[in-house]
């Protein structure tokens, strides 16, 4: 079982992060949300599950244990898989979604692709108890992010987000920027049009 992984972040891309360590580099399926601050050949550091199927073994890597805490917890939910739990907490902090599942707000979990009502419905069913009991204090900055009609940063918008911070941005920063762009937009076009809102850029 690996636990956590500390050395050279050698590369990365909208969902996956390689961190070297002794010479070896492990690759970490992650999230937008933990991905969006780390910069190639700084050191990293990711707390990590490790997920055996008959056919793969994978490797998923998080920024803090508040979020692997909400990937576990995805993952109790049946028919919830690794794939769609990176979605999810790619569109929202871990409070955020901490947040939404203990007030049942179901419509902020079907605006990640591949989430449905009913799907949305279970997750809520299963973990709004265990939800409520971590939920903690929440900001009012996390009620604005709930709010906000870009929590869903997955697909192509995700690999926008990535883009931008690779330039030097933060992440609010560059979510900021995309707010209200169509995600169908090629990721190209959603860079040079968030440059052109962001306005500082020479």
């Known amino acids: 079982m690996i636990y956590s992984v500390r050395g050279k972040l050698t590369h990365k891309t909208a969902d996956l992060a390689v961190v070297e360590c002794g010479g ?10 933990t991905l969006s601050p780390l910069k190639v050949g ?17 490797l998923f890597g998080f920024g803090e244990a508040a979020e692997l805490n909400c990937f576990k917890l ?26 939404c599942v203990a007030q049942g707000d179901g419509k902020v979990l079907t605006r990640v692709p591949g989430i449905g009502k009913k799907t949305a419905d279970r997750i809520i069913l299963e973990l709004k108890d265990k939800m409520t009991d971590r939920i903690g ?13 870009t929590i869903a940063v ?14 030097g941005f933060t992440a609010a920063q560059a979510q900021k920027a995309l707010a209200g762009l169509s ?16 306005g500082s850029i020479k």
């Not at 997955?154 to 330039?167: N, P």
């Open 24 to 33: 070896v580099g492990y690759a970490c399926r992650t999230t937008s949300y």
């Open 183 to 198: 995600p169908e937009l090629p990721v190209s076009e959603l860079v040079k049009e968030a440059l052109k809102k962001i």
């Open 42 to 58: 700084e050191e990293v550091f990711l707390l990590t599950y490790m997920n055996v199927r008959e056919d793969a073994v994978e």
């Open 137 to 149: 204090e929440i900001s009012s900055d996390t009620y604005a992010e709930l709010s906000n009609p």
């Open 74 to 99: 995805l993952l109790s939910v049946n028919g919830v898989g690794p794939k769609a739990a990176l979605s999810i907490l790619s569109g929202m902090s871990p409070q955020g979604f901490a947040l």
């Open 154 to 167: 997955t697909g192509s918008i995700a690999e926008a987000v990535t883009a931008l911070t690779a330039l």
